[in-house]
């Protein structure tokens, strides 16, 4: 099956044998011709069916899910490119060069790697490699990309890859997958003929816009060799190989063929391999870091992925001049990302500790004065407060959505906190939330606590919809309740707790009735 179905559009000045047709493109991508490509996308794992759903409203495309969760998949023309990168559900894009639905792996690994060898020659990368030209001159030829937390004194020059044992490994989030970033190094640097490939050679890139000239006294300027890495990602335990194999091989002929510069931290291009049982994806990055960085400058313990908080908040359905708090926000992530996106409602962040407050006005100044520098309107409908939130110093019945990431008990509280904790949290949430109307939506992993602290609520939560999510490897569910419309204070389970060092007490909704009556 392949992903590059379509071609049409003009001459661009990297084409490289492709049929040209009138239709050109806008957004500053007029200077090239206009063809269709697959995009990939991670995904927070559960937030697939979010995510499709931005892709249709957004881009108007249709996205399939990928049986490797965490993964969407969708056709654009390249004129489109720019608004993929408006995605908030997504953490990382790329430009599908082939996918295999059913790749057959051979039995013995020696057979499998080098297919994969041979894979790399075969493989259509014009179109791919055409959109990561564009993709680069859209971001404004940004400079060669360094890891943001890649392991120290790795992928240094002078190791050949065909000697190497051991490559760095990056575990992510997920259970069974294992993410390998291939240190591909070469010693020998003289230019060797490229093995034939599609169009009989590798394709054309030498108007790469980081083709920058290298000027050497004497000599013709000549275009500079692409720095590249790969990255392996593999999910099965039916392979033969591992994902440090899979990518030196595929990686060393990816290098034989183009004729690049293996460069483990400051790539221009980064190949991935994607593996997952027999589906095989191989792609090239389109974001340099993943898009869940983007609202956070000041990290917390626990900061939740911003792409995550859009699925939390999508969920919740916010709507002009809502009342959303955060009632425990720690740095932010949530309440700030609804105040980017959604900026109709008015969100309040709050949280019992200090140093988190302070971290979640850091992020939002930090917001604030990028959108001043870039003249765009710097006020965000947003607001921090330091509370207990078995406390709030907010009216019975005032609120219209509560969002929070409740904790776990792992790397913040305890398990046997949360027993404590969870039953006042919800109760005190049930009273500020509006009977009928008001929602919450809350992630936890303490699902067994969550559960019973719900159901001894008086009625007062009802459970709509849960999405099972994967926070930094652990199993999480995100719970949309909706409030009913059971008045609060009525059971004794939802009877507040007196605060008795609070001189201004708030009033329970009967203390109120009598008062105006
Ligand atoms: C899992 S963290 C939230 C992380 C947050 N979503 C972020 O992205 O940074 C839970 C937060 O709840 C706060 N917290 C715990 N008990 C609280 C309470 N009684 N009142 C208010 N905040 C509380 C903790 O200080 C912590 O910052």
Known sequence: MSSQDSIEGQQCPLAVGVETSSQSASDGESDCEVITVTIGAT??????????????????????????????????????????????SVDNLFVVVEEYDNYQFKDSKEETLEDLQKLASKLPWTNALKVWKLNTSLKKKRGPHRRPQGPKGKGRRGRNFRDRGKANKDVVEMDTMETVTAEIEKLQVEPQAPTTGQGGGSPDLENSPLGDQQEVEGQEPGPKALKFRVTCSRAGDKHSFSSN????????????????????????????????????VIGIALTEESLHRRNITHFGPTTLRSTLCYGMLRLSKPQASDVILDPMCGTGAIPLEGAIEWQQAFYLAGDNNDMAVSRTVNNICHIQKKRL????????PIDTVQWDLCHLPMRTNSVDIIITDMPFGKR??????????????????????RPGSGKAVILTQDKKCFQKAISRMGGLWRKHHTVWVNVGGLHAGVFLLKRTAGIFGQTPEDVREPLEEQ???EKTAEEREKEVK
Not at 264 to 276: A, P, S, W
Not at 373 to 380: N, Q
Request: glycine content about 6%.
């Open 412 to 433: 913040m509280g305890s398990r046997k906190k949360n027993w404590d904790l969870y039953p006042p949290c919800l109760r005190e949430m049930a009273r500020v939330s």
């Open 373 to 380: 520098d870039k003249s765009s309107t710097p006020g965000l």
């Open 503 to 505: 001189p201004g007490k």
């Open 245 to 280: 194999e899979a990518a030196r091989d595929f990686g060393g002929a990816v290098q034989d063929f183009f004729q690049w510069k293996a460069d483990m931290t400051k790539f221009d291009i980064e190949v991935l391999l994607n593996i997952h049982n027999v589906e095989v």
């Open 43 to 88: 995904v927070p794992t559960g937030f697939e069916n979010t995510a499709a759903e931005e892709v249709q409203e957004k881009i108007g495309a249709d996205a399939t899910i990928s049986k490797d969760r965490g993964r969407i998949y969708f056709q654009i023309t390249t004129d489109k490119l720019s608004q993929v990168h408006n995605l908030r």
